[in-house]
């Protein structure tokens, strides 16, 4: 069970950590987990690039380990680079010293403030942690969860709630993943159509917490 826009109860619940981008300015900040991945990342990064978009990877460090080349496209390309743990650890069934320590594996490959924890799981503790270990760490959740990992989600509907859910200052989730593929490259393409012809511009997150 996820819920494709995340309510504002939760937000306020978890101040420390920044959920959407509080602008005037008719932007989208989009966001891709998991990667990088080889077929699946560099098709994102060709879409991004038909409409001039840039964005955030989250990247697991193994993933960087196995596929440096592809990393490196990614940075080439003017995306920022996000921290997604080394092994893709749920925070609330690990201890935090060994989410510390896995954080901080990945941050050795990846050398960035930005972080989102996997599955959007994290311990108060962790949070405190993950600051005192690195103090100039921002961590995103976001917005809108495109849904875009459900394999029973039609790509139709994953689109549908997409555009339904995302405005100005909204921070989506999509999944460079092969598991998320088949529903990614049918709703990125078409989204930025359709958010591009109503003005939308698409940047990457920066440290103090916008673009």
Not at 28 to 38: A, E, K, Q, S
Not at 157 to 183: N, P, Q, W
Not at 197 to 208: I, M, Q, T, V
Request: charged letters at 25%; glycine letters at 6%.
């Amino acid at each position: 069970m996820y819920l494709v826009k995340t309510p504002w109860l939760l937000k306020k619940l978890y101040p420390q950590l920044t959920w959407d981008i509080k602008s005037t300015n008719r932007c989208i900040y989009l966001t891709f987990d998991d990667g990088p991945i080889p077929i699946v990342t560099p098709a994102v990064l060709n879409i991004l690039k038909q409409y001039d978009a840039k964005a955030t990877f989250f990247c697991i460090g193994d993933n960087v380990r196995k596929h440096p080349d592809i990393f490196e496209h990614v940075k080439a390309s003017g995306h920022a680079i996000g921290n997604h743990t080394f092994n893709h650890l749920k925070g609330w069934k690990t201890d935090t010293q060994t989410y510390l320590d896995n954080f901080l594996q990945a941050d050795k490959l990846l050398n960035t403030p930005l972080f989102r924890p996997p599955y959007g799981r994290i311990k108060r503790a962790q949070v405190r942690a993950l600051k005192a270990a690195k103090p100039d760490l921002n961590i995103f959740m976001w917005d809108v969860l495109s849904g875009d990992f459900d394999m029973a989600l039609k790509p139709e509907d994953c689109l549908k709630a997409v555009l339904k859910y995302t405005e100005a200052g909204s921070m989506v989730v999509f999944h460079d993943s092969i598991k998320a593929f088949k529903r990614l490259e049918y709703v990125l393409p078409r989204a930025l159509e359709v958010w591009s012809k109503e003005g939308y511009s698409f940047s990457p997150l920066a440290p103090e917490g916008g673009s």
